[in-house]
């Protein structure tokens, strides 16, 4: 079971990072769903590390718009397994991610 998790991580990283490539290539972004895809399987295999991992780096790689989906599954690994200093720092950064996706007030 362990080394068929590990063989989907792998897989699931290799796609990542050939999609990473071609977005850069491109002037695009990674695709959203291979992202969440990517977190549901590490939340399945609890592969921590890896998962918080993935979704920092999925904040990077993501439009705002888009990351803003990654926000309440960070939440809840952080509620489940991080501890209360995590869970405000999260907070505090999903707010942050909050107000500067916002438009300026007046602007139409």
Same mark, same amino acid.
């Given at each position: 079971?362990?080394?068929?998790? !590990?063989? *989907? ?5 290799? @796609?990542? &990072? ?6 850069? #290539? +491109? ?13 549901s399987?590490?939340?399945?295999s ?9 979704? !920092?780096? *999925? ?5 705002? @718009?888009? &990351? ?6 960070? #939440? +809840? ?11 405000a ?20």
């Open positions: 079971r362990a080394a068929a998790a !590990e063989t *989907g991580r792998r897989v699931y990283a290799l @796609a990542l &990072a050939k999609a990473e490539a071609s977005a850069q #290539a +491109k002037g695009g972004s990674v695709p959203a769903g291979l992202v969440l895809s990517y977190a399987y590490l939340r399945a609890a592969d921590l590390p890896n998962l918080r991992e993935l979704l !920092e780096r *999925g904040l990077l790689l993501l439009p705002a @718009a888009e &990351a803003a989906q990654l926000w309440p599954i960070y #939440a +809840k690994v952080e509620a489940q397994f991080g501890t209360a200093a995590s869970q720092e999260l907070a505090k950064r999903r707010a942050a991610a909050a107000a500067d996706a916002e438009p300026p007030a007046g602007a139409a």
